[in-house]
């Protein structure tokens, strides 16, 4: 396997979360019920992050772009990373709806580096609500709240919102997440209060962790979310178990 096939099966769907907005869009719902939290959708938006990393001890670099969308009571996120001398190395979107619970995702689609495009469904219209998988025979069934890999960092951004005083240090946020095969639960936990520098500036956030279970080799997501900018994400770092990791940090963000 080379460099590159490396850097990209490493989990990097989630480089490409995009991040929410108007009075009529802000959806309060009962809290701490299942997988309910009032809601609050910030700005259409179009993200440019620049990527650092380090995948097999050489460092890479490169872009990515989150445009999300909201056309009434629909969204849609479209995102695309790209790493120096191999162009790009992912394409995903997440369309869907708004309801009671947030984001609810119809269709989540990846196209990874030198890897076939996978389609994760939340089938809402039938009898027997599930999330399917063209990767697996794998399904869930839909309860409410269920999200994407592409989804779930604004569906945070959502709830980060609404939350207000809520949303501090030590407090938890679960939701339940599918990806290109599987899904599982998400803990989102609130660190602290940080000001990070960035291409925009130096930027007061609030550090957000979602760790592996104990024991585990999975990858480890960290968020800074700025308030003062709509709550978007800043800063997202993916690490590795083998010391590997990917940072993706705000350049611009067009509105």
Known sequence: MNLFQNFYQKPLQLLCTALFISISLHVPVMADTDNRHAINLPPSANLIYVIKAKQSGIPLSGEASVNWQLN???????????AMLVGKILDA?????????????????EKRFRKNESTT???????N????????????PIKGGEQDRTSATWQLVAIARAAGEKFKAGSEWKMFVAGRRDAEPWTFKVIQKETINTALGELATIHIIK??????KDQQLE?????AMEWYPVRLRFSDADGDYVEQSIGQIKK
């Open 72 to 82: 009434e009571k629909k969204y849609s996120i479209v995102t695309e990373t790209r």
């Open 223 to 227: 968020l800074w979310l700025a308030p």
């Open 211 to 216: 760790a592996p279970p104990p024991d585990s």
């Open 93 to 109: 979107s997440s369309i869907g709806n708004i309801d009671d619970y947030g984001l609810a995702p119809d269709k989540f689609v």
């Open 121 to 127: 469904r939340f089938e809402r219209s039938t009898a």
């Open 129 to 140: 609500k599930v999330i399917s998988f063209s990767e697996s025979s794998e399904q869930y």
